[in-house]
């Protein structure tokens, strides 16, 4: 790695590893190679770029401090709330520097995705982006199946949070880094897809490599929870309510059981729709 990548790399590091995320760099023409113009993103191939994903260190780490000092802001989304404080605080990090930042569920106004998370992901080379077309003469008929990212050490248990762009940084002779293929028999691609796709609700596509961390049963609970009742779930408001400034501790509420009929998973197609090109 270039000494002047290395380097930033370590300052961003520096400051978001502590709470739960890791950091990849890449070119941002890599990304490009693999996508129709549309979704180009509108930089010289060899622009700097880094991707930032969630461990699942991240929810004890970064999510339940921030809402014990945010309790008194309104809050909307905790957990993108979060992640946007903590990539402004790398912003402000480099106060000599121009870095735009865009967040995994940004879209344009035609509601097309800013950034193709998942495609992101695979090509600086932090989790594998697993598709139909990996699986040689798939079984799926004219079924819809979408695809989805498996990190060589987290699995299915982690975010992908957005990209960090550096214009006017180049890097040409940073070396690409390929996605550990953690998943490479056809039978184990077939079941992870068809998990993803059909059973995504009961977790167990997300270990489709044995993962050195899962997410907590608090974490489960959160993440299950619809979004409008989540800040309910957290004691800050009901669903029908404005974000309260309630001083009660969210992990006094996280730990108590829910069972609600639907859930949310964090590499849902929503973050990355399934229907967009990839690798």
Known sequence: MEPHVAELKQKIEDTLCPFGFEVYPFQVGWYNELLPPAFHLPFPGPTLAFLVLSTPAMFDKALKPFLKS???????????????YHLRNVT???PERQIEVIADYEVHPNRRPKILAQTAAHVAGAAYYYQRQDVDADPWGTKHIAGVCIHPRFGGWFAIRGVMLLPGIEVPNLPPRKPP????????????????NFHWRDWTYRDAVTPAERYSEEQKIYFSTPPAQRLALLGLAQPSERPSTTSERPSSTLTK??????????LSPTVSPPLSPGP
């Open 70 to 84: 945010y309790q008194p802001q309104p809050l909307k989304d905790p957990v993108d709330q979060c992640v946007s």
């Open 92 to 94: 402000e990090k480099f």
């Open 181 to 196: 293929d953690c998943v490479p028999t056809r039978a184990g691609r077939i079941t992870l897809l068809e998990g993803f």
């Open 257 to 266: 059981p829910q069972n609600f009929s639907r859930a949310r998973s964090w």
